[in-house]
């Protein structure tokens, strides 16, 4: 059985639709006919211990009304959630134990204590041996490098640095799984990537298992192993990163600078995606012909001085995907 079971799990919300002015509201309060969002519409799947899943879709898709599910914060409407034996809403003290939970846009810090305080507190809202709270501050203040900043107050601290203390904060009683909720939206280039190894690492080594939505497609590229895509409350799409790129067929980019450009038929399957001076750019699938080949024919033409491959751009693939609606 894995170590998390979803199954046919829905999630509606009734929203109150008044169309403005002080009377409509106020009928509306008597008189609403309330309509039904379908935030989370009948989804199911299975995630094992161990691993590093994307959960991903558009603006409003239900991501984080699934997450909210998953870590006992809301009531499925219908449907079963089992997450290591336990239903999380039921048994939300439970499953407390056993998960961590990171909301980007939320703190579970005092905003004017220190971490180190707030780590503290925690320990003990966790019912942990100081001790064993001691050590894993210690472990974490050094693979998140938090030493520099972990005693001043949160409030002082820049937008990376809370987000590592956050991570520090949800990690503390060491939980099998780690829920992220776009854990780095709004961060640099620096502090994400600071980020990303530190839960490469957490995965690799302690085996925990994570599910991460992010609109970030680094993020999904260096993170995450299988991916799930949610739209309109469905699961569009859940496989293996590798599948997911193939499933537009193989497709790859050549970038060729020529010396002297001098015009020629393309192969078949190979269309010019866009030429800067000399320099082109071509997409191709791998599976109908083969890069050698591709540039074999280049060079039988022109003569180039500069060549590349690309895979094509995960954003892009995701992109499609939300496009089509198409379900594997
Ligand atoms: N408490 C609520 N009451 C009413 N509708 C809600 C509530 N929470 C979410 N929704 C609606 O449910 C749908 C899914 O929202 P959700 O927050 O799960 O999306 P999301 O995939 O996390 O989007 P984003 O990428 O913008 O964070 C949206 O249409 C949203 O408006
Ligand atoms: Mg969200």
Avoid at 32 to 60: C, H, M, Q, T, W
Avoid at 234 to 243: G, L, N, P
Avoid at 270 to 276: A, D, E, H, Q, R
């Amino acid at each position: 059985m894995p170590l998390i079971r979803v199954e046919n799990l829905k999630k509606e919300f009734r929203v109150h639709k008044t169309s403005g002015g002080m009377m409509n509201s106020v009928k509306g309060l008597f008189f609403s006919r309330g309509e039904v969002v379908n935030a989370v519409d009948d989804i199911s799947f299975g995630i094992e211990k161990g691993e590093f899943v994307g959960y991903l879709g558009p603006n409003g898709a239900g991501k984080s009304t699934s997450i909210k599910m998953l870590t006992g914060i809301l009531v499925p409407t219908s449907g079963d959630i089992v997450v290591g034996g336990i239903t999380p809403y039921r048994d939300r003290k439970l499953n407390s134990k056993n998960i961590g939970v990171v909301f980007g846009q939320r703190t579970q810090l005092w905003w004017d204590l220190p971490p180190i305080d707030s780590y503290k507190l925690l320990g003990k809202i966790y019912r942990r041996p100081s001790k064993e709270i001691q050590l894993k501050i210690e472990f974490l203040t050094e693979l998140l490098e938090l030493q520099e900043f972990i005693k001043s107050p949160v409030r002082k601290l820049s937008l990376g640095q809370k987000m590592r203390c956050e991570l520090a904060a949800a990690l503390l009683h060491s939980p099998e799984i780690l829920y992220l909720d776009e854990p780095t939206i709004g961060l640099d280039v620096v502090a994400k990537d600071s980020i990303r190894a530190f839960l490469t690492r957490l995965n690799e080594t302690e085996k925990t298992t994570i599910i991460l939505t992010t609109h970030d497609m680094g993020d999904v590229e260096k993170l995450c192993k299988r991916v799930i895509v949610i739209d309109s409350g469905k699961i569009i799409h859940d496989s293996s990163i590798e599948r997911l790129r193939n499933r537009f067929g193989n497709h790859r980019v050549l970038e060729v600078e020529y010396d002297e450009f001098s015009e020629f038929s393309l192969p078949e399957n190979v269309t010019t995606v866009k030429n800067i001076g000399n320099r082109f750019f071509y997409q191709f699938d791998s599976d109908k012909i083969k890069a050698p080949e591709l540039i074999k024919r280049i060079l039988e033409h022109n003569s180039i001085s500069d060549l590349s491959l690309v895979d094509v751009d995960i954003e892009e693939v995701i992109r499609k995907i939300y496009h089509e609606k198409r379900t594997v």
